[in-house]
């Protein structure tokens, strides 16, 4: 992965206390997965900063090497990885999304 | 396309399990929800657990007999925990 294209990751992700790499934008989503997520995050009212990787072929590649995961969405909570929509969907359901995102921003 | 039984075994090789519960969500063999629980799973995020699971099944999900996953993963405390 290109260094610029790391570094930029890099700085998006410890720089937002939640980072969504997306199919498109949170108010025009291109693909249900990405769609789900930004709507389960909007649901506790946090804001969030999102890339479209449809935007940016290296960084749609780029993302992937960065968590070693291989798909999109990608979501980081306090500058860690936390998954894609299936993940954020089963810590949402079992309760556990909220607290990790209030002891993000209680930081 | 791959078995159940299959899967169970694979997977009961790389990790201990507890419990494996199949659902093929298509009938093709080849979309998989699968619940597992495991003690090699206590104490990690779900996203380790999820990767101890592809990596478990990574030969299978590398030439395509398994094309989607669907995962529920839990410790047995957090079974234990859904169960009461």
Not at chain 2, 13 to 28: H, R, S
Request: charged share 25%.
């Amino acid at each position: 992965m290109a260094e610029d294209v790391k570094s930029r990751i890099d700085e998006n992700v410890k720089n937002n206390k939640i980072m969504v790499y997306m199919k498109g934008t949170p108010d025009f989503p291109q693909c249900g997965f990405s769609a789900h997520t930004v709507e389960i995050l909007r649901s506790y009212g946090f804001p969030f900063a999102s890339e479209d990787v449809l935007a940016d072929p290296a960084v749609r590649e780029g993302i992937k090497r960065y968590s070693n995961w291989p798909t999109i969405p990608q979501v980081y909570i306090d500058g860690k990885f936390v998954g894609g929509c299936d993940i954020v969907h089963e810590l949402h359901e079992r309760g556990d999304l909220e607290p990790m995102l209030k002891s993000a921003f209680e930081k | 396309m791959i078995s159940p039984e299959e899967i169970k075994e694979t997977l009961s090789k790389a990790i201990p399990v507890t419990l494996v519960e199949t659902q093929d969500l298509t009938g093709g063999g080849d979309h998989w929800q699968l619940i597992i629980v495991s003690p090699a799973f206590e104490g990690k995020a779900l996203i380790e657990q999820h990767r101890l699971v592809n990596e478990a099944l990574k030969e299978p999900l590398g030439d395509q007999r398994i094309h989607a996953l669907s995962l529920k993963t839990f410790s047995p405390a957090q079974w234990d925990k859904l169960g009461s």
